[in-house]
């Protein structure tokens, strides 16, 4: 079964404290994506990566960086934790390949981050 | 860019009933039209899609509709149970795009027994 494995379900953080989430793959999927997920506001995303070592601003970037270092795997970190980043965050991965064009996304199943 | 639009932001239905979520979108070139249902506590999951040569797709209890010229698309459930309570996203992709796609802001449906 294909998935998408985010490393924590749940994480309390301290304000100030340097937080990594992790995202894996194992679809050998070339996109992969970081997303918020607050009530009200639906989906927002704050980096997406087309290939290794590849990284492009979404929509809400500020506070975050990623890295990709290697291909199935995909980190989000939040270099200086706020209360405000408390939120839901969600990976998600596809395929670049034109026929897997109407496949859409696979989801991670999240990670709750409460910052404290 | 791309803008998908999703009304209504929350629906309660009686079981049974049926549910009607919709879509616009803003770039003609779009030709994908996934839909995610997320359940408590776990990520969306992908449920239906349609692609832009089709106008309406089913699936059991599941229909989407698209009409291009409009640029409207819809999810239809027929029978609604307890289990289709969940949130609803629409997300659209285009060519334009690449490979991102563009959520609408989310539906949570609400089953009433």
């Known amino acids: 079964d294909v998935k998408v494995t985010q490393s924590s379900r749940y994480l309390v953080k301290r304000t100030g404290e340097k937080v990594f989430l992790e995202c894996v793959q194992d679809m050998d999927h070339e996109n992969m994506f970081w997303y918020r997920q607050d009530p009200g506001l639906g989906l927002r995303l704050i980096y997406f990566s087309y290939d290794v070592k590849m990284k492009e601003k979404g929509d809400i970037p500020e506070g975050y960086s990623v890295s990709r270092e290697k291909k199935e795997r995909f980190s989000l970190i939040l270099e200086s934790a706020s209360t405000n980043q408390t939120s839901m965050y969600l990976c998600?991965?596809?395929?670049?390949?034109?026929?897997?064009?109407?496949?859409?996304?696979?989801f991670g199943s999240g990670t709750r981050l409460t910052v404290v | 860019g791309e803008n998908v639009e999703q009304h209504p932001s929350t629906l309660s239905v009686q079981e049974g009933d049926s549910a009607v979520i919709k879509c616009t979108y803003s770039?003609?070139?779009?030709?994908?039209f996934p839909w995610y249902k997320q359940e408590l506590g776990k990520g969306p999951q992908l449920i239906i899609d349609?692609?832009?040569?089709?106008g309406e797709k089913k699936d059991q209890r599941i229909a989407v509709t698209l009409n291009k010229t409009a640029k409207h698309f819809s999810l239809h459930i027929t029978e609604t149970q307890p289990e289709d309570s969940a949130v609803y996203f629409c997300?659209?992709?285009?060519?334009?795009?690449?490979?991102?796609?563009?959520f609408g802001s989310g539906t949570r449906l609400s089953i009433r027994p």
């Open positions: 349609i692609r832009s040569n089709v």
């Open positions: 997300a659209a992709r285009s060519n334009s795009s690449a490979s991102k796609i563009i």
């Open positions: 998600a991965s596809s395929s670049r390949a034109r026929e897997e064009f109407y496949y859409g996304y696979t």
């Open positions: 770039d003609s070139a779009s030709n994908y």
